[in-house]
């Protein structure tokens, strides 16, 4: 921390299932003080699956915060904070679109909402995609539909995707896979 902000104390506010909420006690070099909140969260990882046709592979399910479904890369929780983020990928690829990948290379790292939050999530583009089925949860009710990229960056930029991996992961994809290769063949 800076030298001009100090935490004084950490209070655990909820202990939940996903997430843990806290009331940091902040101080500052000007001898100002305020409660700051801060979410823990585990981690996660995300996948962008590209079909061979070049195709990816997204998932449609309802998200209770914005009470609607929402169109974004396959995506979950770590099972544990010391999960690697390659594992949990190769998990929900399979748990929620029913395909395996035999290469999941890493895409980028993000973090999700750095103002009160340390949620880390780590994106992989998933190659040779071979068909399984579906391992949702209970409570887990998940539609799988392959897009072209362009049709992907129409719905992003028209607001229709919103969802913040999702963004990054389909434009990091577009600028590391596909404009390079344009760029090279020029």
């Known amino acids: 921390m800076s030298d001009e902000i100090k935490r004084t104390g950490r209070e655990l506010v909820h202990k939940g299932a996903i997430i843990d909420v806290y009331t940091d006690h902040m101080e ?19 996948v962008v699956p590209v079909l061979p046709d ?8 309802f998200r209770n915060a914005l009470d609607r479904e929402t ?3 396959p995506a ?19 748990e929620e679109t029913g395909y395996k990948a035999h290469e ?14 340390d949620e880390k999530i780590e994106i992989y583009v998933a190659n040779h995609l ?9 409570d887990e009710f998940v539609d799988v539909k392959a897009y072209t990229l362009e049709e992907l960056k129409e719905m992003i930029f028209s ?22 290769r344009s760029v090279e063949y020029c």
């Open 28 to 46: 500052f070099a000007n001898g100002h003080c305020a409660d700051w909140d801060y979410i823990h969260h585990d981690g996660a990882a995300a």
């Open 54 to 61: 070049g195709r990816i592979l997204m998932v449609r399910q």
């Open 71 to 73: 169109l974004e890369i």
């Open 76 to 94: 979950g929780k770590l099972d544990a904070s010391d999960e690697p983020g390659l594992a949990c990928a190769r998990r929900e690829l399979e």
């Open 104 to 117: 999941l290379e890493w895409l980028i790292t993000i973090c999700t909402t750095v103002a009160f939050c």
């Open 130 to 138: 071979e068909p399984s089925r579906q391992h949702l949860d209970e």
């Open 159 to 180: 607001g229709k995707i919103r969802d913040s991996k999702t963004v990054a992961a389909l434009l990091a994809y577009e600028a590391k896979y596909l404009r390079s």
